[in-house]
C-alpha cells in the first residue's frame, strides 16, 4: 500500500506528458489577410487600371489556404493543401468555370525549369497589420543578369513550407504580408492592410458543384492555348 502514491504521481506524470503539450501548442490560425495591390511605376492610362485587380485575400485554416483575386473579367482563386503541397485553381471567366488541380508532383515538375533563388534573412522587423514581420532579401538571375526583391513576412500562421509553390519564395518560412511581382509589363506590390481571425467553415475549400474539373494542358487547347 506504500506504494501508492508513487503510482499516483506515475499516472500523473504520464497524463501531464500528453495533457501540457497539447496546452502548450499554439492553436492553428483561422481567418482572412486583405492585401491592396499597387502597381508602381506603371505607364497606363486611368481607364487602363481600372481593369487591374486592387484587392486580394488570402483565407485560412490551419494547413489549407484559399486566395482570391476579383478582376472585371472574372474570380480568380487558388485553393492550397500545405500537408499534401497540392493546389487547385478556380477560374470563373465570363461564365465558364473550370477547376484546375495540381498535384505535389506536377508542381514540382514545374519549378524545376525556374532560376534558383538565393534567400538572406536580415535581423530587421516591422509591423505589418498588428504583427511583427522579419524581412528577407531575395536574389535570382533574370535575363543575364541578377534582380533583388524584399519580402516581409510572418511565421506565427502555422502553415508548414507556405511557399512551396512560388518559385521565388519558396525557401521563405513564413506567410508573406509584403511582397512584389513582377511581369513582362508591371510590377505588382501586395501589402496586407488587415487580419481578421475568425472561424473559417470547411466549405471554404472545396470545389463548387458548378465548376468543371479540367488540367492546365485541357484549359490551354480549349483557349486556343491563350493561358
Known sequence: MKKQPYIRMTVLAILAAF????????????????????????????????????????????????????????????????????????????????????????????????????????????????FTCKKAVVTVEENGSPSTYEVWFNEDFGAPDPNFDNPLYKDIPGVLLEFSMVTPQFMMVFSAISIEKKGISNKEFEIPSDYTTTTKEELQSKMGGGM
Do not use: C, H, W
Open 19 to 130: 495533457v501540457i503539450p497539447a496546452f502548450a501548442m499554439p492553436k492553428p490560425f483561422e481567418g482572412v489577410i486583405t492585401y491592396k495591390i499597387t502597381y508602381p511605376g506603371n505607364k497606363f492610362s486611368e481607364s487602363q487600371m481600372a481593369m487591374f485587380p486592387k484587392v486580394m485575400t488570402i483565407t485560412i485554416k490551419g494547413e489549407r489556404a484559399k486566395s482570391e483575386i476579383l478582376t472585371p473579367m472574372g474570380a480568380q482563386v487558388e485553393i492550397t493543401n500545405y500537408t499534401e503541397k497540392s493546389k487547385v485553381g478556380l477560374i470563373n471567366m465570363m461564365g465558364q468555370k473550370y477547376a484546375i488541380q495540381e498535384s505535389n508532383e506536377e508542381i514540382m515538375e514545374d519549378l524545376k525549369s525556374a532560376p534558383v533563388a538565393q534567400v538572406q534573412i536580415t535581423g530587421e522587423t516591422k509591423t505589418i497589420a498588428g
